[in-house]
């Protein structure tokens, strides 16, 4: 059993399905709603907790009612929260997603919580990790805990989503071993190839290990000698809920590593497991051990 901690957000997913996307100003009738917690580190620890790690999260939470529903919801994944950070006066951050039959999923996020500081990140107890995740977010103080860890325990597998570009995000790489992007990031650095996308961070970061998620197509990868790798989705699936996907996909390719699989081999088992979050609601019994 692997020790793994996360650092990033919990949100509150309020999922609303339609028919179609509603045009504005008009009011359509949802034919199903579900409540549940979301957040790219913490569905990624729930996914790992099933696949038998040892997993906490580093984050910050509200006092409201409903962080005790993201916390009653980590501890049924056994997700340890000893060093979760409980702020007053603030709400829990909300995601409103709607996804219609026609394919489309749309999200808006309202956020009123601080960001985990470097101060409130638990130094002491982060050498006793196999595997540290970061989410890509609050750059400045998040740069000054890997840069810590880094310094610290050199020998720790450090990991940072870039999901979205943010100001300096890049910043981030330099003190990680393994760099997952997403497709919009790779987008939003006018690239439309991800293995020319990855082959430029390589380039830039030789010392790294490099993933691009390409959405249906699967996920591109780039090892440290500069071989480009792909894993191909899975196809013929019946597709009903992608929430989380990259996230666990991501989940697959730490799993993976900590397995001690080959690159060939990481890419299937990430898409593997993608594919099964895409075929079920949510994040209950995605125990792959097997894998």
């Known amino acids: 059993m692997s020790r793994v901690l996360a650092v990033g957000i919990a949100v509150l997913d309020v999922i609303n ?10 009011e359509v009738r949802a034919s199903s709603q579900i409540i549940c917690r979301g957040g790219n580190a913490t569905n990624s620890l729930v996914v790992l907790s099933q696949l038998g790690h040892d997993c906490s999260w580093s984050g910050v939470i509200a006092d409201d009612i409903n962080a005790q529903f993201l916390l009653d919801d980590l501890s049924l994944y056994h997700i340890n929260v000893s060093d979760v950070v409980a702020v007053t006066g603030y709400q829990t951050p909300v995601s409103t997603i709607i996804i219609s039959d026609e394919g489309s999923r749309t999200i808006v996020h309202y956020r009123d919580l601080p960001e985990l500081s470097y101060s409130d990140f638990n130094m002491e107890q982060a050498g006793r990790f196999d595997w540290i995740h970061f989410e890509g977010r609050n750059v400045n103080e998040t740069r000054k805990i890997m840069q810590e860890i880094k310094l610290k325990y050199p020998e720790i597998p450090v990991s940072v989503e870039l999901e979205k570009p943010r100001e300096s995000i890049n910043s981030l790489i330099e003190y990680a071993s393994y760099v997952f992007y997403s497709k919009i990031f790779m987008q ?3 690239f439309d190839d991800p293995e020319l996308f990855l ?13 691009c998620a390409y959405g249906e197509q699967g996920v591109y990868a780039i090892d440290m000698n500069g071989e480009i790798f792909f894993g191909k989705a899975k196809n013929n699936i019946n597709v009903i809920d992608t929430v989380g996907a990259g996230d666990t996909l991501n989940s697959g390719i730490i799993h993976a590593n900590l397995q001690k699989l080959e690159m060939g081999e990481r890419l299937q088992v990430a898409c593997e497991m993608a594919a099964r979050k895409c075929s079920q609601q949510g994040f209950s019994g995605l125990d792959m051990s097997e894998l």
Do not use: I, Q, R, T
């Open 17 to 26: 399905f339609v028919d179609e996307y509603p045009g504005e100003d008009a």
């Open 188 to 190: 939003a650095l006018n």
């Open 199 to 211: 082959s430029s961070m390589y380039k830039d970061y030789p010392d790294k290990e490099h993933y």
